[in-house]
């Protein structure tokens, strides 16, 4: 079974919108990070959250993590051709630097 | 600062043919990661290298995937014999010391994707 679930699969959204992307895992998390991926490229880091209820901001993206540290949240805010792409949680699962695991991904869509 | 370099890009070979792909990290940067990504799939983690050390090779493929970073600098990542289900990305990252704060602040390069006919 998949360790962290994302939601939705794939999001389609008119530019200008606000929308929200889901990461949720079974077990208590000892960090939490975003990343974006553009097709047929690396991941880009974006935010790290590792406290109970800690939310962060970089422009118009807002990620927070809940106050039991197993659900994450990231927002975007009136979305632009930019926001585009496919965006990805990853976890810290064991509390060591020992990688993260990651979940499958959010494809997210900007119509013009 | 310049990224994790990569290369190739791309590759296609045949099933059971061999194939490598190098990964040169960031500068100062201990730990090394190769990850596979499948097609609609989250990258997973394939080995975890601290300086020239494995820390996790535990979802490696051994039979046919083989990784090495003996000057615990840049690293090869092999596959002999490839099969049809190891089309994937194959991404490599860095990070700092696993021991240091913000060691799981992973700096990823831009993948090399495989294409087994």
């Known amino acids: 079974s998949q360790e962290l679930e994302q939601s939705p699969q794939s999001l389609i959204v008119q530019e200008g919108k606000n929308l929200t992307i889901n990461c949720t895992s079974s077990?208590?998390?000892?960090?939490l990070y975003w990343y974006k991926q553009k097709y047929g490229e690396g991941l880009i880091f974006l935010m790290m959250?590792?406290?109970?209820?800690e939310e962060k901001s970089h422009e118009k993206i807002t990620a927070k993590l809940d106050e039991k540290k197993q659900q994450s949240s990231l927002h975007i805010t009136a979305s632009q051709p930019s926001h585009a792409g496919i965006y990805l949680c990853?976890?810290?699962?064991?509390?060591?630097?020992?990688?993260?695991?990651f979940g499958k991904g959010t494809h997210l869509i900007i119509q013009p | 600062e310049a990224g994790v370099a990569q290369s190739p890009r791309y590759k296609i070979i045949e099933k059971r043919q061999s194939v490598a792909f190098w990964c040169n990290p960031i500068?100062?940067?201990?730990?090394l990661y190769w990850y596979q990504q499948i097609l609609g799939q989250g990258p997973k983690l394939l080995i975890q290298?601290?300086?020239?050390?494995?820390?996790?090779d535990s979802q490696l493929p051994k039979d046919r995937f083989s990784a090495e970073r003996l000057k615990g600098v840049d690293s090869t990542l092999k596959i002999q014999p490839a099969k049809l289900e190891d089309s994937a990305v194959y991404l490599c990252?860095?990070?700092?010391?696993?021991?240091?704060?913000?060691?799981?602040?992973?700096?990823f390069g831009a993948g090399s994707r495989l294409t087994v006919l």
């Open positions: 077990k208590t998390l000892y960090g």
């Open positions: 990853g976890a810290d699962m064991g509390g060591g630097a020992d990688g993260l695991t």
């Open positions: 290298f601290q300086n020239n050390g494995v820390v996790d």
């Open positions: 990252a860095s990070s700092l010391d696993r021991h240091l704060a913000g060691a799981n602040v992973l700096t």
């Open positions: 500068s100062g940067h201990a730990t």
């Open positions: 959250l590792q406290k109970g209820g």
